[in-house]
């Protein structure tokens, strides 16, 4: 059974359709690449996934749960999946280490004693451990979305969730949290990426969707898909991203 199947999912935002009939899978271990151009629905598409917004027509399952807008449902399935957004949403008042812990103890009820030993744990793992007490305003903004990350890892999902996570930065900080997603790649975590990481799709993904006005264009090994691209719209595409 697929960790993440999508069955004929529709969205639409007022007379605007988003989404349209979009049908995928995600196995677990398999890292699957969302690429595509601004208003092409790949962000609705990574949130309809996380339960953050509904659909209108269609199905989707997470580790063979549906996701549709119930609190007992939707408390399970944040609990299974991490999110990781492009402006961070970090706690300002918060140290980086006390972001972490946040939701390990209300959410998850851990003691603040195995809260700390995660946050620790996923911390190292980004390469952060030096700035724990540090508050988030005190971080450049590779740091932060690295802390953003291990707060999501903390969690121990079974699937990763990354909303353009890189954009916002300057190519030397992009670079590490870049370094941070091979990283977890290699640890064959389950995630899907909405992403302008063209180098790290085609080197570590299992899987690329090229999305356009809101439907699946191209699908396929990421390896195959740019070296013989189906359509005129993702060869259009990969000549304005890959220099």
């Not at 007022?14 to 092409?40: C, F, M, P, Y």
């Not at 996380?50 to 007992?72: S, Y």
């Not at 744990?121 to 980004?126: D, H, I, M, N, P």
């Not at 396929?220 to 991203?241: A, I």
């Amino acid at each position: 059974m697929s960790l993440v199947a999508l069955r004929k999912v529709s969205k639409s935002f007022g007379n605007h359709k988003v989404l349209r009939d979009i049908d995928l899978e995600v196995q677990t271990g398999e890292i699957l690449s969302i690429v595509g151009r601004s208003g092409s629905g790949k962000s609705t598409l990574l949130r309809c996934i996380n339960g953050l917004e509904t659909i209108d027509k269609g199905d989707i399952q997470v580790n063979g749960m549906p996701v549709v807008q119930d609190k007992r449902c939707l408390q399970q399935l944040h609990r299974d999946v991490g999110i990781v957004f492009q402006s961070f949403n970090l706690f300002p008042h918060l140290t980086v280490e006390e972001n972490i812990t946040l939701g390990l103890v209300r959410g998850k009820g851990l003691a603040k004693s195995e809260a700390l030993e995660r946050a620790h744990r996923a911390l190292s793992s980004v390469r952060l451990s030096d700035k724990a007490r540090q508050y988030p305003g005190r971080l450049s903004g590779g740091q932060q979305q690295r802390a953003a990350i291990a707060r999501a890892i903390a969690m121990e999902p079974v699937l990763l969730l990354f909303d353009e996570i890189t954009s916002a930065l300057d190519p030397q900080l992009k670079s590490e949290v870049v370094y941070v997603l091979e990283e977890l790649a290699s640890q064959n975590r389950t995630m899907i990426l909405v992403t302008h990481e063209m180098a790290f799709a085609r080197r570590s993904g299992s899987q690329i969707i090229f999305m356009h006005d809101g439907k699946i264009w191209e699908k396929g090994d990421p390896k195959v898909v740019f070296e013989n691209p189906n359509t005129e719209e993702f060869r259009s595409f990969l000549s304005k991203v890959i220099r």
